[in-house]
């Protein structure tokens, strides 16, 4: 249930954020010597590769998979589904620890909004940890 | 025969997970302090002024090399009865603070294209921010800095120094441009006459990271830097819209064709 609404939320997070970027809704976030979230999502970090795709657009899809992944474990336990749900997190996992590190060392200033969608993937990943297989015996 | 192996207790990993973060996050930051530059010390007055005259005496070729360069162009038209300075002429003002890296990035363009309609005098080096992002970005100050030209006014606020202490304070008739142009609440603040309007900057600081002001300088005799192309290009920007304001005066700087080819892009 947790993953479900940690996924949800982290929807609603990049939803948002696709949609500042293609519009010209100013986003709510306040900036100092450390948010500045104007910095980060006005920088090449934040589209796909150079292109016009936005990084939010990304985590659309992938907390959708998330969420469709959390719903079908919540409903129908069982090992395959778990480790699934597992590897997709720590995929997920290793792209914020990535972000965070270009938010940190190269921009300098952090995304409050970016930041609470890393949240949500770090309590996706966590529960997906937690729900590992514990049948797990030796003979 | 099959016995439950002895399992680790299940809050070990998250906790693991968690804790393995926490180190990546300061080992970041870390990185980030060592690799953020310091501020260089302020140039004393006779160093000042070699660069001041290096940057303020670059050939028209070099201008023209460099056009709009990578400078993001921010003016817009804007409408309004003509703003004039004390001297009657048309009034550039600009509004900002010396903590702000935008505006330190900013002040070189300005100078360098307001050198073209007259002389500056008393600039002083300085530095952005030591803590705010774009970290220690050199620049000048137009705090106690005078300017002349037969052309153009020149008007400057510098709200607060670079450690956010209060500096100087608008007019009243200062202010109320800021309320009606400046709508973004972004600095740096540019009005040109009441006839186009910039807020914020328009390249990124980190061009000039880690740079000394000499360095910078030297940089631009080169077109093809990327401090050329950003400073120089940005300057052309605001030159031609100078030139609009003064009816194309002076002809040696308004007539060239980089100048002349930039006009026809604003609005």
């Known amino acids: ?139 | 025969m099959r016995r439950p192996v002895s399992r680790t207790p299940s809050w070990v990993p998250p906790v693991a997970v968690v804790g393995v973060l926490a180190l990546l996050v300061a080992a970041f930051l870390v990185i980030r302090w060592y690799t953020t530059p310091v501020a260089p010390p302020p140039l004393n007055i006779d160093a000042t002024q070699l660069v001041v005259s290096s940057i303020t005496s670059l050939p028209a070729s070099e201008f023209d090399a460099v056009g709009k360069g990578s400078a993001n162009n921010l003016i817009k038209a804007v409408s309004g009865s003509l703003l004039t300075g004390s001297n009657g002429r048309p009034e550039v003002f600009y509004f900002g603070a010396e903590y702000c890296p935008y505006c330190a990035a900013e002040r070189w363009p300005i100078i360098i294209a307001l050198s073209r309609f007259g002389t500056f005098s008393g600039l002083k080096t300085t530095s952005s921010s030591s803590t705010d992002i774009y970290a220690n970005t050199p620049t000048f100050t137009f705090h106690n800095a005078t300017y002349s030209s037969q052309y153009i006014d020149f008007a400057a606020v510098e709200t607060t120094d670079r450690e956010q202490k209060p500096l100087e304070s608008p007019t009243p008739a200062q202010q109320a441009l800021v309320s009606q142009y400046d709508t973004s609440g972004s600095i740096p603040f540019v009005d040109f006459g009441n006839r186009y309007a910039s807020s914020g900057a328009s390249y990124l600081p980190d061009v000039l990271s880690g740079m000394t002001w000499q360095a910078i300088a030297d940089s631009l005799a080169q077109p093809g830097s990327a401090q050329s192309k950003a400073i120089l290009g940005s300057a052309n920007l605001i030159t031609a819209t100078v030139c609009r304001l003064t009816a194309d005066q002076p002809a040696a700087v308004c007539s060239s064709p980089s100048i002349q080819a930039i006009e026809k892009t604003l609005g």
């Open chain 1, 1 to 139: 249930m947790l993953g479900l609404v940690a996924g949800l939320a982290g929807l609603g997070i990049s939803v948002y954020l696709t949609v500042v970027h293609y519009s010209t809704i100013a986003l709510a976030c306040p900036a100092n010597a450390v948010v500045n979230c104007e910095q980060v999502l006005a920088s090449s970090f934040a589209v796909i590769g150079g292109s016009g795709v936005p990084t939010s657009a990304a985590g659309i899809v992938w907390f959708v998979v998330s969420s469709a992944l959390a719903a079908a474990t919540w409903r129908a336990r069982g090992p395959r589904l778990a480790r699934a749900q597992l590897a997709w997190s720590a995929i997920g996992l290793v792209t914020v620890v990535y972000l965070v590190y270009v938010e940190i060392v190269l921009l300098g200033a952090v995304c409050i909004w970016c930041s609470a969608a890393h949240l949500m993937v770090l309590v996706i990943f966590l529960v997906a940890l937690a729900r590992l297989p514990e049948d797990r015996v030796a003979s």
